[in-house]
């Protein structure tokens, strides 16, 4: 898990090292960013070298050099997504002011706003600053939009008085933090089976069929619940992305090959999302020697394969069974019919001809039909965040699951 951790200036930003160790302690990935100020108090060296991770510190880079490894001004996107949560620690008052306001004049607001990673913050400052009736309005506007505020300690503070003002301990820093991923882990004890990537289904030994697919959306969807929580089990056909954190791959090629791997994992899972483009139909007959060239025309003899989410789907018992439905024409007429027809309980369907949609594209538009006659048109996302919807409808869809199972339990 990675944890983006934003240093503003104030005395304190010296305990954020400590918060660095401890954080990684717990086996958290840390990203420092210091803001201006937090560079008065303490050098991005002392963090790069407990974090082994280069400090972010400005915005459009910085000439000097200190951060001549950033590559572009859009990298806090990039840092965004890949921030599982965002830890401001120490927060000054002007840090609270400008996230709850939305001002975003340097790397760390910018992430702030960029961000969907849910939000920490520490706030430390004189008791005057603390007390104050603007920071008391910025801090409750924050807390009313989900961040999570670790109240600062009363003690003698830096400026000579007493109150309350202090940064948190870093021990109850990091156990809000814990706390906070908890809550976002709403796939904690599932078992999750995805399929992805194309088959390939051999002619003879150089040649076979195969299709356009990357295996990007069925990776996707492995990574987000893996980072939700859940065991995830990725069977893939052929393709060359890497396999995300935490997750267990099963390598195949052939649609035969995928389905018997399905089938022999399938019995302890509760949720299937079946993102492959398996092939439909396969050569009747694998050539054992290389067909060869003549004038005459060439027949191949095609024979269906098995339909495998329509095979799991026929007994699915309390699983949630997802699939998608990649067309070229009358998109939601045959996601539905397909709803049905192979009895799942989600169809994720896009137009794979649309601009940013479909096979090798980071990028996807899908509507989701559910099984409750719900249709979810989502705009154009990134793969990452569809898969994150695709999530959230089967998390909806298991809800409503056990609410009807616990229905007939009573009635019985
Ligand atoms: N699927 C499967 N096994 C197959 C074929 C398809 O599990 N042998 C799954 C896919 O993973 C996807 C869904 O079925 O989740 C729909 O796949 P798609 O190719 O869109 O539909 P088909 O059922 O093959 O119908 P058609 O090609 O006629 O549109």
């Not at 005057?128 to 503070?157: C, F, K, S």
Request: hydrophobic share 45%; charged share 25%.
């Amino acid at each position: 898990m990675r944890i983006t951790l934003g240093v503003t200036g104030g005395v304190a930003a010296y305990k954020a090292a400590e918060l660095v160790r401890l954080l990684q302690q717990d086996g958290f990935t840390v990203q420092v960013v210091m803001t201006r100020g937090a560079r008065e108090f303490i050098t991005p060296l002392t963090f790069a070298a407990l974090s082994g991770q280069k400090v972010i510190t400005d915005l459009f880079g910085d000439s000097s050099g200190s951060d001549a490894n950033l590559e572009s001004a859009i990298e806090h996107i990039a840092v965004a997504q890949r921030t599982d949560l965002l830890l401001v620690a120490p927060a000054t008052a002007d840090i609270l002011a400008k996230f709850a306001r939305g001002i975003a004049d340097d790397f760390l607001t910018t992430l702030y706003l960029a961000s969907t990673a849910p939000v920490v913050m520490a706030p430390a400052m004189n008791v005057n600053m603390w007390n104050h009736a603007a920071t008391q309005e910025n801090v409750a506007r924050l807390r009313a939009r989900g961040v999570t505020i670790v109240d600062p300690a009363e003690g003698y503070l830096a400026c000579g008085m007493t109150g309350a003002g202090r940064l948190a301990g870093q021990a109850e820093i990091v156990a809000a933090v814990r706390e906070v991923l908890k809550a976002d882990r709403d796939l904690a004890g599932e078992t999750v089976l995805v399929t992805a990537g194309p088959t390939c289904e051999d002619l003879d030994p150089v040649r076979y069929l195969t299709n356009r697919s990357s295996g990007k959306m069925g990776f996707a969807v492995a990574e987000a619940a893996a980072r939700r929580g859940a065991k995830v089990i990725l069977v893939s056909g052929p393709v060359s992305l890497e396999t995300p954190a935490g997750v267990e791959r099963i390598d195949v090629r052939t649609a035969k090959e995928m389905y018997f791997a399905v089938l022999d994992r399938v019995g302890g899972v509760s949720i299937a999302v079946l993102a492959a483009a398996v092939a439909d139909y396969r050569p009747v007959e694998q050539h054992a020697e290389k067909i060869k060239k003549s004038d005459a025309a060439l027949t191949i003899s095609l024979e269906p394969t098995t339909d495998i989410l329509a095979d799991i789907a026929k007994n699915k018992g309390q699983k949630i069974v997802v699939g998608f439905a990649a067309e070229t024409e009358r998109v939601a007429e045959n996601a539905r019919k397909k709803l049905s027809a192979k009895n799942a309980d989600l169809i994720v369907a896009n137009d794979v001809t649309a601009e940013g949609a479909g096979f090798d594209q980071d990028t996807n538009i899908v509507t989701l039909f559910s099984r409750d006659g719900r249709d979810l048109a989502l705009p154009k996302l990134n793969k990452s965040e569809v898969a994150q919807r695709i999530l959230d409808e089967v998390v909806r869809l298991r809800g409503l699951l056990h609410e009807t199972t616990s229905v007939k339990r009573s009635g019985a």
